[in-house]
């Protein structure tokens, strides 16, 4: 609350990471380059060789058939990836040595055969395997938010979605959703166990995936949901009928998402609500308090007069009996129709 | 719009690659900075592949609630393409490098899917996806003011049919300049049930039917260079909502005893929405990195949809105005509505490595609705013969702000630690509850938060992430909102040995609103533990398992309706979830192999609604020649619900069938 010793400090915060925005502003529209670092064009001018360079000379680029005499098996797979582009297409600088484009010059590693002598951004901390993928990939339309997520911001390497070597070309329909899914669940492993309830959207069954609602590069939305229409939810994607604009529209289907009713992955209570008896879902929002002015310090949105439901009659036990337009109405401002 | 969409249908004619010998000579940061979308086709002839499986599904049952069964599950019997793929490649075609065509579900099940792909490499890519989803949603304890009354029919139920189709072409993929354009359309249409309620005194269960349908279309060029990348898009949507509720038969509705004498009742309902509406949305979104040390990511957003509404409705039967007490037998209603939606949205990060050791991130984003409405209203009875028109008007007007910068640091090669804060705030303005006078609300929105974090890599056996956010709220908008909360998430994946590995996720959150009006506090916690088990390379067996341990408690203070007595809304969930899948392959018949698939999940719940669900699965797989295999698959469903038993059913399914590969 206001005036907390916790809520002061993060008022400071919040002033420090403005002038920290104003800083980096300014910085970045500065003439040149500055903490002594050179742009990426002059870095991939001389590509910084992924060993340490030994005492007597940096390694040499040596080309992606002396690769493939040990890692004939790698070299095979790398044919049908897409990444395989690197190797034939001259106008990218690379051909002919695409596996180095990733593993930096690689003579040392040829003749020593020591995995020390070559840069495998597997093992790198994410931050430098990162920017193995972004030498390339930086400015693309899918890493317009990658800041913004929360994949980038917890240090998700590229490497731990994608397969940079393997095809999966093998995996098509079914088959490729559900291995999007097991990608998900090996770390959301308690977002899958949602699934597994009654009520749910269909990806145990393999007809969706977790990308079909959520961008793992970032979006503009929290959670990394998808939008649609530019900037709605992506869940109008498929609930068209759900859009409106509606002449009377239910606030929170607009202030807090879907998810403020439902639990998207999944339920164990009908229509995936979040309360085993509808009326709870409500009755905790419009709790018979009528709220005017300004809602601060106790005062929320949501509150109503008493509307003398009898709730021993079963007719109010289930409001969208005769509240039928919850999710917004064109006619009536109590979404009766 | 259409100069925007002239450009983009122009700039193929100009989208050049760079020169080539310029190009050339550059270093590699220099080129066209993204891969194609498809590598090369390996050289060759023409290569056709590709499989289908043809089989029939027996489902035996339901016993049990076959509404519920349908609601849940909702397979069918009967001859079904379960899936099916081809696979064209032939790079010496002039118009196509690669072809792929998958679709599964065909044959009346409640999801069928499609997809087509075709590529040529520099020309262009071309993505299809068509979906069919059977909703159906007829769950007897849902929405039913009879159920004491042994009547297991809901009053809020449909059997529809979503479908979805995407579209998207895009040209010169992996060009400096690459124009696309996509077309989607979603549609649905069915039937159900529904209620006809003028207000509190009755309410009419009537057949409901539903059509509606949205097109979307879209334009866009990708510009992307070295240093930075821009995306344009143009697009719009059209939409329809042709919904209507019908009945000719007298229906005493939900109300079984007379209202002030007069017993209520329905015998003639039509009653037609007819909504129509359109958007424009505009999207453009950069990326920029002036320096090595620097990443700059913006986005605006734009989209403005609105919709005009023709409602009409005339019902017959004896009814009661409850603001007047006056009975009446039949009314006519019309309605015209229109309400417009502008939406804007925007958002600006940087990511800033000052240091080789530092990461600053740093992202600013706002998003604002303005909802405003009207609506004309005539309404004719028989009471009052004069029709009276009434005007109405809504607005919602909503501003969210969320600001957040982050600092992550390598302390060591193996350890990494992050810490920042976000500050979320916002106001919104809505129409008051005609009941309170009408007016407006206002609401506003201020909370900070603290996000701390680390991450702990020991080679690649073990690693360890953490994520933590305390949070503390000056105003928010609803009782439900989160106010003062805790959230907490530990990952941890652990590879003993090459074939052996372990994962497991904790993850906690706590909420608590000391208002005296409110009490909200929440409190879910979550513990998973995985594994996964395939010895060279799951070559013969794989064995992976996970169990998810589940607690969710919340309480809310309401008041009651009738009275306003206080009363505390509690819910309550204790669940146990596994999952398990056995894959074995025989070792022997080397070629012809069988493989045995064993698993299934299950989830059971203490709590609230108590809950069992169980899906347990057989598979069996049998080549019987080198483009031939046998396949056969048992599986369960189980539902079972301790406070609605009459919701329960299991069933179980046999499939069998060939699966012909090419």
Known sequence: MRGSPRWKACAVLTRWSWALLAVVSALALAPRPVFGQTNPGAQAAAPTPAAPAPASGPATYVGSEMCQACHEDISKAFRANRHHVMEVDKKRGWDGKACESCHGPGSKHAESTSADDIRNPAKLAPRESERTCLQCHANQPTNVGRVQSGHGRSEVACVSCHSVHKTHGGDRGRARIMRINEECAACHASTWAQFQKPFRHRLPEGVMSCVDCHNPHGSLLPRSIQTVNANEPGCFRCHGDKRGPFTFEHAPVRMDGCQSCHQPHGSQNPRMLTRHEERFVCLECHANIGTTGIAKSGGTLGGVPPAFHDFRSARFLACSTCHIKVHGSHIDRAFLR | ?662
């Open chain 2, 1 to 662: 719009m259409r100069l925007l969409l002239v450009c983009a249908s122009l700039l193929p004619l100009f989208a050049q690659d760079p020169p080539k010998p310029a190009a050339e000579e550059k270093p590699v940061a220099e080129q066209t900075p993204a891969p194609a979308k498809e590598a090369a086709a390996p050289a060759g002839d023409r290569v056709i592949s590709g499989s289908v499986d043809l089989g029939y599904r027996f489902v035996s049952g339901p016993a049990g609630n076959f509404d519920a069964y349908r609601t849940v599950v909702n397979l069918g019997e009967g001859p079904k393409v379960l899936n099916f793929d081809l696979t064209l490649v032939n790079p010496s075609s002039k118009w196509y490098d690669k072809i792929t065509l998958f679709g599964t579900g065909w044959g009346g099940d409640p999801n069928e899917m499609t997809r087509l792909d075709a590529s040529k490499q520099r020309l262009y890519d071309f993505h299809f996806d068509y979906r069919n989803i059977a909703y159906y949603n007829f769950l007897p304890s849902f929405a039913n003011p009879l159920i004491d009354r042994n009547n297991f029919a809901t009053q809020r139920g449909y059997d529809m049919r979503r479908r979805n189709i995407e579209a998207e072409l895009r040209f010169r993929p992996g060009a400096r300049i690459t124009p696309y354009v996509a077309y989607s359309r979603n549609w649905g249409d069915g039937r159900g049930v529904s209620t006809f309620a003028l207000d509190a005194s009755n309410e009419y269960p009537v057949f409901n039917g539903l059509y509606d349908k949205t097109d979307r279309y879209r334009a866009g060029v990708n510009f992307e260079f070295t240093k930075f990348h821009v995306t344009l898009e143009q697009g719009g949507t059209t939409y329809k909502d042709d919904e209507n509720l019908s009945t000719s038969d007298r229906n005493t509705g939900s109300r079984p005893t007379p209202f002030l004498g007069q017993q209520l009742f329905l015998t003639g309902l039509r009653q037609a929405y007819r909504v129509r509406g359109n958007s424009i949305f505009e999207r453009a979104v950069a990326t920029y990195t002036p320096w090595s040390w620097i990443d700059i990511a913006a986005a605006f957003l734009y989209s403005r949809p609105r919709s005009d509404v023709q409602y009409s409705q005339f019902n017959t039967g004896n009814f009661v105005n409850l603001s007047t007490f006056q009975f009446f037998t039949s009314q006519t209603q019309s309605a015209t509505a229109d309400s417009s939606q502008p939406h804007s949205s925007g958002n600006i990060n940087l990511e800033i490595r000052p240091l080789r050791r530092v990461r600053v991130f740093e992202s600013w984003m706002t998003d604002r609705y303005h909802t405003a409405s009207s609506l004309t209203l005539s309404n004719l009875t028989i009471v009052t013969p004069q029709a009276l028109s009434t005007l109405s008007a809504d607005r919602l007007a909503i501003n969210y702000n969320r600001q957040q910068a982050q600092v992550n640091i390598d302390l060591f090669r193996w350890l990494t630690v992050r810490a920042g804060h976000r500050y979320v705030w916002g106001d919104a303005v809505l129409r008051a509850p005609t009941e309170n006078g009408g007016g407006v609300n206002r609401g506003e929105l201020s909370q900070q938060v603290g996000l701390f974090g680390a991450q702990a890599r020991f080679g690649q056996k073990l690693w360890i992430n953490g994520d933590a956010e305390i949070a503390s709220s000056d105003r928010q908008y609803f009782r439900t909102s989160l106010g003062d909360y805790r959230k907490g998430t530990l990952r941890a994946r652990y590879q003993l040995i090459n074939s052996f590995g372990l994962t497991g996720e904790f993850s906690a959150l706590t909420n608590e609103d000391p208002n005296p009006n409110i009490r909200f506090d929440l409190a879910s916690y979550m513990t998973s533990v995985g594994f996964v088990w395939n010895p060279k390379s799951g070559k013969r067996i794989t064995i992976l398992g996970d169990y998810t341990r589940s607690t969710f408690s919340s309480d809310l203070l309401y008041y009651m309706p009738q009275d306003l007595t206080p009363a505390t809304s509690s819910y309550r969930e204790r669940a146990h979830t596994g999952t398990a899948l056995v894959d074995i392959a025989s070792p022997v018949g080397a070629k012809y192999a069988p493989k045995l698939s064993i698993g299934g999940s299950f989830f059971t719940s203490e709590g609230s609604r108590p809950t069992s669900f169980y899906s347990p699965i057989v598979k069996l797989n049998l080549p019987v020649h080198e483009r031939v295999q046998v396949f056969s698959e048992w599986r369960y469903y189980g539902l079972s619900e301790t406070f609605y038993s009459y919701e329960g059913f299991r069933s179980h399914i046999f499939v069998a069938g060939l699966r012909l590969i090419r």
